[in-house]
């Protein structure tokens, strides 16, 4: 339990495979040719055999192709941000309408509609793409280049298109929800988020609640280190968080069970993340000279709780790791942190589904919406295949157990949501 503390609940996944982080984990990234950029870790993975497998089996793999010859056309740089902007809200829309049983599903033998994985690998070809791009029409500086990749970063992440106005009820509720990439990927690339696939599948629906409807906008974040000390979080909810009546952050958790974190510490544990790369620090944010060591949930979570929401239990998750107040030694503390401490881990631990909790809860506080906004994090069950297809080397990229469990998690998401929006 100690292990899981201190990876915290996004990294559960790497625990179901051992505690080490192997050698492969570091894997070089070659160097690019004159005017290019390398491709990131992230993206080297793409030439394995599951991502292209996930890519040709729900029909994504045509999406860097189709972004690589429109580059080759561009005239200026304006023109290559506006199709970028405007390629990868098509890649989010895309993805968020297969999640929603529309379009084609994709080639023969293909996977099941809520699977969040070709969003990944999809988006990840076409910042490939960006990287390798040397037009010969203009020229294009390192420093644009990388404002490309920022543009289609978030315009296929849904961020620059939550739109709470939709839906015509002017008594609607309106919830914003948050997921993740996949993660742990050199322990096994085949790896999907169920917290991502529910941002898919929940965007721009309505949820029916015993109050009346409730409008749900979602959008899907990295699970990089560098993006959130870079402020992602706090640029795609900011202009939101004054107008919605309800938030949650999700991510993947522990196994079997859902659990409402009731407090977040501001303390980074170190957890490789998808580029391989570790931070064991406080939480960076802005005005760090009034920032709290420890943040706390303001959604129902005991309503929560008692709801039968699925088939999974829900738990209220108090535990905190800290240093106490005079101490220099971590101590868990199932019920909450003491006065005066230093956090070591908040109840989803210390990687990045602590700190999205964290720093969505601590801007909500900035905004002064504390006492008027139920908001916080929400960890789902560890997605799990199927017996007899666990091993990464030869297992298939889904099976039938794998693509129920995620369902089943999907449907009670929502479930939890309705709770939550019906007590707000």
């Known amino acids: 339990m100690r ?9 559960i996944a790497a625990l179901l495979a051992g505690a080490a982080v192997p050698a492969s ?9 004159a005017g290019r950029s390398a491709p990131t870790a992230e993206e080297a993975r793409l030439d394995r055999a599951a991502p292209q497998e996930i890519l040709r089996r729900s029909g994504f793999d045509s999406q860097a192709p189709e972004l690589a010859r429109a580059l080759g056309r561009s005239h200026s740089y304006d023109g290559a941000r506006r199709l970028v902007v405007r390629e990868g809200r098509s890649l989010w829309r895309r993805a968020v309408e297969r999640a929603q049983g529309h379009g084609p599903a994709g080639a023969r033998a293909a996977l099941s509609r809520d699977d969040d994985r070709p969003l990944y690998w999809a988006r990840l070809g076409m910042t490939r793409e960006l990287r390798e791009w040397a037009p010969t029409r203009f020229a294009l500086t390192e420093a644009q280049r990388q404002r490309l990749i920022r543009e289609l970063e978030t315009s296929s992440r849904g961020q620059d298109t939550v739109d709470h106005r939709s839906g015509g009820h002017k008594h609607m509720k309106r919830i914003l929800v948050t997921g993740f990439d996949p993660f742990t990927l050199d322990r096994d690339v085949r790896i999907s988020n169920p917290s991502g696939a529910a941002a898919l599948a929940l965007d721009g629906t309505t949820i029916r609640t015993p109050d009346g409807p409730a409008r749900v906008e979602a959008v899907v974040f990295p699970v990089r280190w560098q993006d959130f000390a870079d402020g992602a979080v706090e640029r795609a909810l900011r202009p939101h968080l004054p107008h919605v ?3 949650t952050t999700i ?10 974190e009731r407090t977040n510490g501001a303390w980074r544990g170190g957890f490789p993340d998808n580029e391989n ?4 620090e406080t939480v960076p944010v802005t005005d760090p000279a009034s920032q709290p060591q420890w943040t706390s949930t303001t959604l129902p979570y005991k309503k929560i709780k008692d709801a039968r929401t699925g088939r999974f239990p829900v738990y209220d998750n108090t535990s905190v790791t800290e240093i106490p107040a005079g101490g220099s030694e971590p101590v868990v503390r199932p019920d909450g942190p003491t006065e005066g401490s230093t956090a070591r881990a908040g109840g989803g631990g210390d990687y990045l589904s602590n700190e999205i909790g964290y720093r969505a809860t601590l801007l909500r506080d900035r905004l002064g919406l504390h006492g008027r906004l139920p908001g916080g994090h929400v960890h789902t069950p ?4 199927g017996a007899g297809n666990t091993d990464p080397a030869t297992g298939d990229v889904t099976d039938p157990e794998f693509v129920r469990n995620r369902l089943d998690i999907i449907a009670q998401v929502r479930g939890i949501l309705r709770v939550a929006a019906s007590s707000s």
């Open 245 to 247: 009546d309800l938030f």
């Open 382 to 385: 560890v997605l799990q295949f």
């Open 25 to 33: 984990a570091s894997a070089s990234v070659s160097a690019a040719p």
């Open 251 to 260: 991510s993947q958790g522990r196994v079997g069970r859902f659990d409402i």
């Open 3 to 11: 292990v899981l503390s201190r990876l915290g609940a996004l990294g």
């Open 277 to 280: 790369v570790s931070r064991t």
